[in-house]
C-alpha cells in the first residue's frame, strides 16, 4: 500500500468540515440580510424565450423545444409561491436549504432554431442568455481533452457551482452541498435527457482554467463543476466507455483559515494537462457479510417517458415520515432507478462508478432484517454487515432530524479517500460528491415511482456514520438519502 508523510488536501478539507456534537454548538446565527440572491441578474438585453411546455414530444431534444424541455427538467422553475415580501422559486432539483448554488449554461451548435453560442440558462424567465456568438465546441472539446461525447455533442451543459449561496449557511462545508447539489441537477439532466430520446453523457475531466476564461467567471466565487454532453442515441452508442483522468496530489498544501477552505480544495482539484490514472491502491477490506447476499429482484417496466417528466416536475423533498414499513419489491425497485442493468437500455452515466461504496441501512423493509448491508450495483445484492434497527442511532446521525428516525431505509455514499486520491489525484474528491448527487436524485426518482417519498441530507455527524457502517477514519461520508413512506 503507498504510504504518504501527510494527507492529501481534500483528505484535511474533509477531516476539518466533519461534524460533531461540539463544532455545531459555535455555528453562528443566520443574518438574512446578508443572504446572496439564488438567480444571477443578466442586464444583456438579447435572450431567446424558450417553450414552456413540460410534456415530452416525438422530436427529440435537439430543437429549441426539445433544449427547452430539457433545461427545465433539469433546473427549470417548477413551482413558485409567494410569501409577504418575497417569492420562493423551487427548482426541479432539491438544494440543500433551498439555495440553489449551481448555475448552468449552454453550449450549442448546429441545432435549428438557436444560433450557435455559449448561452446561461435563466429559469426565471425559462430563457438562454447570450454570452457569445459563435461555434465554441472545438474548444470545449479541447479544453476537456478531446472527450469523445463532448468532441460528438450539439449541446453541452456547463454547471457551475455559485459558493457564497451556501457559504453564507454552511460556511466551509458548503463545498460538498455545492456539489452534492450540481450533482442533482445533473442527475436530473441524466433522466430528462433518456426521457426526451437523448442521452447526456456527464464529463468531471476537463482544463478548469479553459472553461472559466470562456464563460467569464470569477474562479474565486463559481467554480466549472460538470459538463455533460448531450447526444442522440445513435451517437452515444458508437462511444466507448471512458473513466476518470488523474489530477495532481496536494500533499505538501498549508492547511488555510476557517474560512477559506472552498477556494484551497477547489483549486487543489484543478486540472490544467491530464494524467493517466495511477494503478489501484491496494484498499480496505469492508466489514464482512454475516450471511448470504439478499438478490433483489429488477422491475419487469420501466416508466414511460411522460411520467418520467411529470415527477421530476412534482418531485418535493419529503418533511416528515410516517414510521411504516414498506415491500422489499419497493426498496428493490428504488435502487434499480439509481444503478440500473448493464444490459438495460436506461443510461448508466456515473462519474466516480469504482471508488464510491453504497450502504443500505433498513429499519422498515419486509422480508428483510433490519441493519446495516453493503450494495452490489453489478449484483444488485445486499449483504448484511450488521445486524440490529438502527433508527435511534440515524437519527443521532443525522444531527437529530427525525427524518432519519422515521424512514424505512437509508442509502449512504462513502469513499475510501486515500486510495481514491492515490489512484486520481485530488479531482476524484470533487466527482465523487458530483456522482452521489447524481445517485442521489435518482433515488429521489425511484422512490416516487413506487409512491415513496425522499429526502437528502448533506448535514451528518460523519464519525458517527462511520462508526455505524463498521468503517475506519479513511472512509470519508459523502451523501446520506432517506426514503420512506410520506405522512
Known amino acids: 500500500m503507498t504510504t504518504h ?23 453562528p446565527a443566520l443574518d ?10 443578466w442586464h444583456q438585453a438579447r435572450r431567446i424565450l424558450l417553450p414552456r411546455d413540460g410534456e415530452a ?16 427538467h433539469t433546473y427549470g422553475v417548477t ?15 432539491p438544494s440543500a436549504g433551498g439555495l440553489y448554488p449551481t448555475e448552468v449554461y449552454v453550449a450549442v451548435r448546429g441545432l435549428p432554431q438557436i444560433p450557435d453560442g455559449i448561452f446561461a440558462y435563466d429559469a426565471r424567465e425559462h430563457a438562454l442568455v447570450v454570452c457569445w456568438e459563435g461555434d465554441f465546441g472545438a474548444d470545449i ?13 450539439s449541446v453541452v451543459l456547463i454547471g457551475t457551482g455559485l459558493y457564497e449561496r451556501s457559504a453564507w449557511r454552511y460556511g466551509d462545508r458548503a463545498y460538498r452541498r455545492v456539489l452534492l447539489d450540481t450533482g442533482h441537477v445533473f442527475g436530473n439532466a441524466v433522466v430528462a435527457s433518456d426521457a426526451l430520446d437523448a442521452v447526456l453523457v456527464p464529463v468531471s475531466s476537463f482544463r478548469d482554467e479553459g472553461i472559466e476564461e470562456l464563460l467569464l467567471l470569477d474562479p474565486a466565487r463559481e467554480g466549472v463543476l460538470v459538463l455533460g454532453a448531450v447526444l442522440t442515441r445513435e451517437a452515444a452508442a458508437e462511444l466507448a466507455a471512458s473513466t476518470p483522468l488523474r489530477s495532481e496530489t496536494a500533499h505538501a498544501a498549508p492547511a488555510p483559515e476557517p474560512g477559506s477552505w472552498i477556494d484551497a480544495v477547489h483549486g487543489a ?15 480496505e477490506t469492508l466489514p464482512a457479510g454475516l450471511t448470504p447476499p439478499v438478490a433483489l429482484a429488477r422491475p419487469t417496466r420501466s416508466r414511460t417517458p411522460a411520467s418520467t417528466l411529470e415527477a421530476i416536475r412534482s418531485r418535493r423533498s419529503t418533511r416528515v415520515y410516517a414510521p411504516q414499513r414498506v415491500p422489499l419489491g419497493d426498496l428493490a425497485t428504488v435502487l434499480s432507478a439509481a444503478y440500473p442493468a448493464a444490459e438495460s437500455a436506461e443510461p448508466r452515466a456515473r462519474l466516480a462508478e469504482d471508488v464510491l461504496d453504497t450502504w443500505v441501512v433498513t ?21 448484511a454487515t450488521r445486524h440490529g434497527n438502527a433508527r435511534e442511532a440515524l437519527h443521532r446521525c443525522c444531527l437529530w432530524q427525525e427524518l432519519g428516525r422515521d424512514c424505512a431505509f437509508v442509502v449512504i455514499h462513502s469513499i475510501e479517500l486515500p486510495a481514491a486520491i492515490a489512484q486520481y489525484g485530488e479531482r476524484i474528491y470533487r466527482a465523487a460528491h458530483l456522482d452521489a448527487g447524481l445517485l442521489g436524485q435518482r433515488l429521489n426518482l425511484g422512490a416516487l415511482a413506487v409512491g415513496l417519498g425522499a429526502s437528502g441530507i448533506g448535514g451528518f455527524f460523519d464519525e458517527h456514520l462511520n462508526a455505524l457502517l463498521g ?13 420512506g413512506v410520506p405522512a
Open 141 to 153: 472539446a479541447r479544453h476537456a481533452f478531446e472527450h469523445p461525447a463532448v468532441a460528438a455533442a
Open 363 to 383: 429499519t422498515g423493509v419486509e422480508d428483510l432484517a433490519d441493519g446495516v448491508h453493503h450494495y452490489d450495483p453489478a449484483e444488485h445484492t445486499l449483504t
Open 79 to 93: 413551482l413558485v409561491r409567494e410569501a409577504p415580501g418575497m417569492s420562493m422559486h423551487y427548482r426541479a432539483s
Open 269 to 283: 482539484g484543478r486540472m490544467d494537462a491530464p494524467l493517466p490514472a495511477a494503478d489501484p491502491e491496494a484498499r
Open 5 to 27: 508523510a501527510s494527507p492529501s488536501l481534500s483528505e484535511r478539507y474533509q477531516q476539518a468540515t466533519n461534524y460533531t456534537p461540539a463544532s455545531l454548538q459555535g455555528h
Open 57 to 72: 414530444g416525438d422530436e427529440g431534444v435537439l430543437n429549441a423545444a426539445g433544449l427547452g424541455r430539457l433545461l427545465h
Open 471 to 483: 468503517l475506519s477514519p479513511r472512509h470519508a461520508i459523502v451523501y446520506v438519502t432517506t426514503i
Open 32 to 41: 438574512f440580510s446578508r443572504q446572496p440572491a439564488p438567480f444571477k441578474t
